[in-house]
């Protein structure tokens, strides 16, 4: 069923307003692009063609779902995959795969097993014949819905590079480095190492410096340039000032540091006011023109694509 080298069109779910996903625990949008994007880099490195299906920008819902087929279509993929999340009541759960044609079933089977290995319930394979995406591609297709964003259950085992390679594993038969360990990459805003040391080394990342303006040594010691610079972050992020690294504090350092997607009128908080930050915007949390002009600003001068969206490449510029 699996030959040896493939072209893939993998659509990451949603992502183009006004088609926007579901809201949970986390947002549908934040899971699929990270998770695409893993998806995406572990089949190139099998050294399989993919052809991104997600559009630029779409006038509509609809406008969204032809444009991936037609990326598809056009592009000749030999299987497209279509990645989502499921939000239902916060008590529904687990993992189902929609399929129509007979090879998209026997991709969706595989699929389904690695997923359900790791501990999500197993919902099953279903007709996907009521699907747009399954309906317009010309080629053998499936929809994952990978989980339950609302569902507690499923977010507490939810893993991103988990989950990137039960995917690929289900498309490929096979993982990059097969015979190398697989390490798992946990979510940073579940990062639960609050030592001193990371907290520097955060703080560095972020470009908070102390009273002197110099990045702080990373030693592990909390002294008073360090104490200072944790200030800086809590007046930027809106938190009391104390320079008292409490839980809050922790939560809005891990938030910047999952480096969720930000975009105009789609989220905000202290991400938002740390993007803010950076580029010299009104720090009000709230992603508007204002912040949006200075986003495309920062990616034309970094040579990035140029769309107001921080994503994973414009936060790398920012935080590495």
Known sequence: MKKKSMKFGIDIGHNSPPDTGARGIKFEDQLTSDLGNRIIIKLRDLNHQVIECKPQKSRS???????????????????????????????????EVFAISSTGRQFGQTVLDE?????????????????????????????????????????RIYDPEAMANAIVKGLTGKLPGEN?????????????????????????RMKFTGQDGKLLVEDGI???????????????????QTGIVTNITWAAINQILSKRILRRNHAGGVAVRYVQYRLGADNDGIYGPQTEELVKGFQQQNSLAVDGIVGSITWTQLIG
């Open 115 to 155: 997923i359900t290995k790791l501990g999500f319930f197993r919902r099953g394979l279903k007709n996907g014949s009521h699907l747009y995406v399954l309906k317009k591609t010309i080629m053998p297709a499936l929809l994952v819905e990978c989980c339950f964003c609302d569902a507690r259950k499923d977010m």
């Open 180 to 204: 190398e360990p697989v390490i798992y990459i946990p979510d940073e805003e579940d990062n639960p190492n609050k030592n001193v040391l990371r907290l520097q080394r955060a703080l560095n």
């Open 61 to 95: 819902i609809t406008d969204s779902l032809q444009t991936r087929c037609n990326i598809a279509n056009a592009n000749k993929v030999d299987l497209y995959v279509s990645i989502h999340f499921n939000a239902f009541n916060s008590l529904a759960n687990g993992t």
């Open 222 to 240: 909390i002294d008073t340039q360090t104490k200072i610079a944790v200030e800086n972050f809590q007046k930027v992020t809106a938190i009391q």
